[in-house]
C-alpha cells in the first residue's frame, strides 16, 4: 500500500484546499502537521518530514506538496538523501523572488540539486508566486515531469481546486 504524506505551504491548508481534500479521501493520506506555519523554519520542516516517515517503507511513501511545502521537499530530499516512490510538487513557490517577502527562517534560496525519486512539477501560466519560467527551471534541475495546466492561478482552494480530480490522476502516476 502506498502512503501519502502531505506538506502543506505557508499558513497550511484550509478545509477548502484540494490537500484537505486529498487528506480526507483515505486512510493512507497523511498530514504533516508543523510547530509552526506562519513563519516557518526550515529545519524544523525537513526535521518534521523525517520524523513522519519513521517506520513506514519508503518504497511506499510518496510526498504532495504545495506552495512553500514543495520547497520543504526538495531541502529534505537533499539533507537526507533518501530513495521513496515519489512526490507531487504542485505550484511551488518562488522564494527567492522580490515579492516573497515572509518571515521564513532557512527557507533562503529554491535548492536546484536533482531529486533522486520520481517528482511530479504541476505549474500554473498565472500563479502570482512563481512564473511559469522558474517553476519550469526548477523541474528541470530536480529531474522532474513537468506539466502546465494554464490559468490555475496557485492552485489552491481561492484559485478554485478543492475537489481536484485531475490532481488525483496525476498524484496516482506515482503509484
Not at 520547497?71 to 510538487?89: M, R, S
Request: some cysteine; aromatic content about 14%.
Amino acid at each position: 500500500m502506498t502512503y501519502y504524506f502531505i506538506i502543506p505551504g505557508l499558513g497550511n491548508s484550509g478545509p477548502d484546499h484540494w490537500q484537505t481534500y486529498f487528506e480526507k479521501s483515505g486512510d493512507h493520506f497523511i498530514r504533516i502537521n508543523q510547530k509552526e506555519w506562519d513563519t516557518p523554519a526550515n529545519q524544523d520542516w525537513i526535521e518534521n518530514i523525517e520524523s513522519a516517515l519513521t517506520g513506514y517503507n519508503l518504497d511506499d511513501v510518496v510526498l504532495i506538496g504545495h506552495s512553500l511545502g514543495c520547497t520543504a521537499i526538495a531541502n529534505w530530499a537533499k539533507a537526507y538523501q533518501k530513495k521513496i516512490k515519489g512526490a507531487l510538487l504542485v505550484a511551488p513557490s518562488d522564494i527567492e523572488a522580490p515579492k516573497y517577502n515572509f518571515d521564513t527562517p532557512g527557507f533562503d534560496h529554491v535548492p536546484l540539486d536533482k531529486i533522486y525519486f520520481k517528482t511530479i512539477v504541476v505549474a500554473s501560466t498565472n500563479d502570482e508566486w512563481v512564473t511559469l519560467e522558474r517553476a519550469e527551471l526548477f523541474a528541470e534541475n530536480w529531474g522532474s515531469e513537468f506539466i502546465n495546466i494554464g490559468n490555475a492561478g496557485h492552485i489552491n482552494a481561492a484559485a478554485g481546486f478543492g475537489e481536484w480530480p485531475k490532481g488525483l490522476e496525476i498524484l496516482k502516476t506515482l503509484g
